[in-house]
């Protein structure tokens, strides 16, 4: 997926260059750390458990597309994991420790909305829209009482919804290098990411499908995935030939032409 995006954007930033330094479309690597954590809009009990800071790497790669010289089209592709970590005492006196840690392949469509004060300074403002398909994780549950339990379960249609549809903000700043002939475009970035959809199973919600998380909690309202990411990402710009097929036709016809006049005498 990742290698499309950058493939099918190839050849329109080949062309797109051409209007100025400033235009230049530039394709890049990204990658960081994110900090998940799931939120609970309609169980009250739910949403009072403090969950622990945990950091998960993300990384993949990134279109830069200036539409003016305000605006940046970003769009990208990653790898990220979401999830959540709880420790709590039970009412029945119980200590429960429950950590889901799931990993996503992400398309992301952000715009970028830049100041342009310098071109190694450029902070910029960025608002977007996400979507993700669930691939793999686990989910670790130990409980001390009344029956005590350490289990660790794959992640799966019992116990996480396969889509993921959300909305991300944040603060960057871009940053443009010169390295001798070659142009650097790194961009630094912090952006708080909501998830939209419940990430509760439809199956495990309507009880088609055997629940796996009942030992932690009872399956109420919704389940909201958030996170947290700061991440660098660099860029290098797609470059156009200077010498391309039509200015190569033009001299050689000029050189056919003055070469007859030389051999023949017209």
Same mark, same amino acid.
């Given at each position: 997926?990742?290698?499309?995006?950058?493939?099918?954007?190839?050849?329109?930033?080949?062309?797109?260059?051409?209007?100025?330094?400033?235009?230049?479309?530039?394709?890049?690597?990204?990658?960081?750390?994110?900090?998940?954590?799931?939120?609970?809009?309609?169980?009250?009990?739910?949403?009072?458990?403090?969950?622990?800071?945990?950091?998960?790497?993300?990384?993949?790669?990134?279109?830069?597309?200036?539409?003016?010289?305000?605006?940046?089209?970003?769009?990208?592709?990653?790898?990220?994991?979401?999830?959540?970590?709880?420790?709590?005492?039970?009412?029945?006196?119980?200590?429960?420790?429950?950590?889901?840690?799931?990993?996503?392949?992400?398309?992301?469509?952000?715009?970028?909305?830049?100041?342009?004060?310098?071109?190694?300074?450029?902070?910029?403002?960025?608002?977007?829209?996400?979507? /993700?398909? &669930? #691939?793999?994780?686990?989910?670790?549950?130990?409980? $001390?009482?009344? !029956? *005590? @339990?350490?289990?660790?379960? =794959?992640?799966?249609?019992?116990?996480?919804?396969?889509?993921?549809?959300?909305?991300?903000?944040?603060?960057?700043?871009?940053?443009?290098?010169?390295?001798?002939?070659?142009?650097?475009?790194?961009?630094?970035?912090?952006?708080?990411?909501?998830?939209?959809?419940?990430?509760?199973?439809?199956?495990?919600?309507?009880?088609?499908?055997?629940?796996?998380?009942?030992?932690?909690?009872?399956?109420? /309202?919704? &389940? #909201?995935?958030?996170?947290?990411?700061?991440?660098? $990402?660099?860029? !290098? *710009? @797609?470059?156009?030939?200077? =010498?391309?097929?039509?200015?190569?036709?033009?001299?050689?016809?000029?050189?056919?032409?003055?070469?007859?006049?030389?051999?023949?005498?017209?």
């Amino acid at each position: 997926m990742a290698l499309l995006l950058g493939m099918s954007l190839a050849s329109f930033g080949q062309s797109y260059n051409n209007n100025g330094p400033d235009k230049t479309v530039s394709l890049g690597l990204k990658g960081g750390v994110n900090l998940p954590r799931m939120l609970y809009y309609q169980n009250v009990a739910l949403s009072q458990l403090s969950q622990d800071f945990t950091f998960t790497p993300m990384g993949g790669l990134f279109v830069d597309i200036p539409l003016g010289e305000f605006l940046v089209f970003a769009p990208e592709a990653v790898y990220v994991q979401r999830g959540t970590d709880i420790t709590y005492e039970h009412r029945s006196g119980a200590e429960v420790h429950y950590a889901m840690n799931a990993s996503y392949a992400d398309v992301r469509l952000p715009l970028e909305l830049c100041w342009p004060i310098k071109p190694y300074f450029q902070p910029y403002l960025v608002l977007g829209a996400e979507a /993700g398909m &669930r #691939l793999f994780g686990q989910i670790h549950i130990d409980r $001390s009482a009344p !029956i *005590p @339990l350490d289990v660790t379960i =794959d992640v799966g249609d019992a116990n996480l919804a396969l889509i993921h549809a959300g909305a991300l903000a944040g603060l960057g700043v871009r940053s443009k290098i010169n390295l001798g002939a070659q142009e650097i475009l790194l961009k630094f970035s912090v952006t708080a990411h909501q998830g939209l959809m419940d990430s509760y199973a439809p199956g495990e919600k309507d009880g088609t499908i055997a629940a796996q998380n009942v030992y932690a909690y009872q399956i109420t /309202g919704s &389940r #909201l995935p958030q996170g947290l990411e700061a991440c660098l $990402s660099i860029g !290098i *710009p @797609l470059k156009a030939r200077q =010498d391309d097929a039509c200015a190569t036709f033009s001299r050689d016809r000029r050189w056919f032409k003055h070469s007859r006049r030389t051999s023949f005498g017209f």
